[in-house]
Every structure is written in C-alpha cells, then in structure tokens.
C-alpha cells in the first residue's frame, strides 16, 4: 500500500492531513511523542474523526493508520524510505527536532536509489516553513547528499483554514484518538515547491502564486478570528459564536474581513468582489457553535497577533498601502492591546510592558511601528477613545 508520514498527530495531523491521506489511498504513519495516542493507533489500525456543524454530526473512520514514536529514529527514516508524501505539523518551535529525523530517511532513500520523489507539506504557522525547514534538514546531511536532496525532495508550503477545537477531557478520556473538526476540506498548497508533479490528495490544491492564499488566509481569516475574540473578550462573551450575535462585533468583523479583501484584491489585480465567497464561507463557518471555539483561544498570544506581518498589523498595513483605510482593523488591534485576563501569561506580559514603557514603546517594540507612523496614529487615537 502507498506510504504517507505524519509528523505530528494533533490537531491538524490527526484532524486533517490524516483524513486527506488516507482518502488518497495512503497508510498514514504517524510519528509523534504521546504515547497513549500511539498505542491508540496501532491497536485499533484506524482512528474516528468527528465532522460536526450546527445542524449534523457523522463520524468518519480513518484507516489504516499506525503510530511510531518520534524516539525510534530507525523506524521513522524507514518509512521515510518508503513514503511517497508527507507532512509536518508538529509547531514551529519542534521543527528543529524533526529535522535530524527526516534527514535519517533521507540518507536512507538514497543508499537505496529510490528514485521517486518525496514531498513533504510544511503544515507550520511560520512565514517561509518549507524554506526554513529544507534548510534545518540540509545543515543535517552529509554535503554528500545534498545533490540528492536537490533533486529528490520536495518542501511545501501551505495554508490549514480547517478549524479543529480543543477536544474535551472526557472524549478523549474514552477514546485518545477521537478528534472533533469542521467539514471544510481544502488544502492550497504551493505548487511550485513540489518535486516532480504533486500527488493527487484528496482537498489538495496546487496553486501559484501561493503569497496570495497566504496573505488571503491570515489577512482575512485569521484577522476575522481575531477581531472577533478581542471585541469579544472586551464584551465578556465566552464563544466565538455567542459573539457574532452581537450586532456591532458582527459589523466590525465583517469590516474588518472587506478592509482586508479590498486591499488584497487590489494588489493582486483581481475584479472587485473576486473574494467574497471566501469572506462569506469563513464567517459561516465562524458560526459553528458545534466547534465550541473560544474566545480564549481566538484571543490568546496577543504579542504574536500584533507582531508586524501578522494578522492585524501586517493586514492594517497593506490596506493602507493600497489606499484603504482599515477602520475595523484598527478596532480589533486597540482591543488587542487591552487583552487580559489572568490565564494568559503573554497577555499579562504585554499589558507589564505597557505599564513599564508605554502604548508608543509597544507599537514599536511589539508591532514594529514607527511612533508617528499614520497606523500608529490611528491606533493611539482608537486606543484613548475605546
């Protein structure tokens, strides 16, 4: 049977590529480091992925599947060996631990003169993933092999919009491997990062230029949930979906969401409106109470939400750029700087730096913003009038 490798088996792992592989014909070996969830894995050969909406639940077997322990490095570069595609999605920062690992198959593909490609998909919420990551595997090989890694294989780069809450205690308590997600099931994927012509993978789209459908995802989608979940916090609302009931968050994320897509099409050259079936899928999907979602969890780390090519910085700036005034956004961003609750030690952290330094220190420090710059002028202006 055909091979795929999974680095990484939570949310995303679990919850979406392993779904798209297996409806692709693969077997889905998952290395990760929570053992319970392995032995889940290889002894039942199979795992149950949950799809829930605000009108329907059905439960979707995914098989067959088997766990390695990211520990047993001989195994793992065997089915590196093996495998014809794979993924990461581990998070940014236990990237470098995979690096070595991967490395291993490598070396183990090319002892054994397996010719075919393998690519793998960078699922990281990290600006250039796939680069980043050939390189950190590259610094791992013997410059002997790095002709083939050249030539045999491939970093991608992609964008994950499939939203996969935290899953309650007492399911998991009956079955680690139970995962609950939205149906959504599209995966763009640079095509150009790709050795040899990409596999066919069920929801997968090869797309180019890919900088569009990332800066669409975070400038639009991610900047939605954000704004959400800080006028949400600011209101005392518990869910992302309780929030959007409220009129005036539901304008401003909206607003937000058309600031960002006005200036998104305009510097891609697209027709006016070119994006509004994303905009209005994403706030559908923004609305399923099955998801349970959080305004915690939209709202938390607000020092790398405000981080300056992230969601609300980096979409307030290119609205501007092109000439669009990004209102909503700005709210969102105020909001975000008054984010606090005690549960959250980054949040704690940025309100101390704005006690200690100041709101013009932090635009600076936090958001990468020149103190008379007319986005810091704007959010100044928002945050002593909020």
């Known amino acids: 049977m055909k091979q795929a490798v999974m680095f990484g088996a939570g949310n995303i792992g679990r919850g979406f590529l392993g779904q798209l592989f297996s409806e692709s014909g693969y077997q889905v070996n998952f290395v990760d480091v929570d053992q319970p969830l392995l032995d889940a894995f290889n002894q039942q050969g199979r795992y149950t992925i949950r799809l829930v909406t605000n009108e329907s639940s059905a439960d979707v077997t995914v098989g067959p599947v088997r766990g390695l322990p990211a ?4 195994a793992v570069a065997g089915v590196i060996a093996e ?12 990237l470098k631990h995979v690096a070595p690992v991967v490395a291993a198959g490598i070396v183990r593909r090319a002892e054994q003169d397996v010719t075919t490609p393998f690519n793998l998909i960078i699922c990281e919420n990290l600006k250039h993933a796939a680069h980043l990551f050939r390189d950190m595997v590259e610094n791992e090989l013997p410059s002997d092999y790095h002709a083939y890694l050249d030539g045999h294989i491939g970093f991608v780069d992609t964008v994950i919009a499939r939203m996969v809450p935290p899953l309650p205690p007492q399911l998991r308590a009956q079955d680690p491997s139970l995962i609950v997600v939205e149906p959504y099931k599209e995966l763009p994927v640079d095509a150009a990062g790709f050795v040899g012509p990409p596999p066919a ?28 979940g800080y006028l949400g916090y600011q209101r005392g609302y518990e869910y992302g979906y309780e929030a959007l009931q409220d009129t005036a968050i539901a ?16 510097k891609y050259g697209l027709a006016r409106g070119a994006i509004t079936p994303y905009l209005e899928d994403a706030l559908a999907r923004f609305h399923n109470r099955a998801l349970g979602d959080t305004i915690f969890r939209l709202s938390r780390d607000p020092i790398r939400k405000l981080a300056p090519n992230d969601r609300l910085i980096g979409a307030a700036l290119t609205a501007l750029e092109q000439g669009v005034q990004p209102v909503n956004l700005v709210r969102g961003i105020a909001a975000a700087l008054r984010f606090d609750p005690p549960e959250d030690p980054i949040a704690l952290q940025l309100q101390d730096q704005l006690q200690r330094t100041g ?13 008379d ?12 009038d909020a």
């Open 373 to 384: 710059s007319p986005l810091a002028e704007m959010i100044k202006q928002q945050f002593r």
């Open 359 to 371: 709101l013009e220190a932090v635009l600076k420090s936090v958001c990468g913003l020149a103190p």
């Open 71 to 74: 520990s047993d490095r001989e």
């Open 201 to 228: 993978i069920v929801g997968m789209q090869p797309v180019t230029p890919f900088a569009f459908y990332t800066e669409r995802k975070l400038y639009m989608h991610n900047a939605g949930h954000a704004v959400l």
């Open 251 to 266: 304008a401003a994320v909206r607003g937000a969401m058309q600031e960002s897509q006005q200036a998104l099409e305009q």
């Open 83 to 94: 495998a014809e595609i794979g993924a990461t999605a581990v998070g940014a920062g236990a």
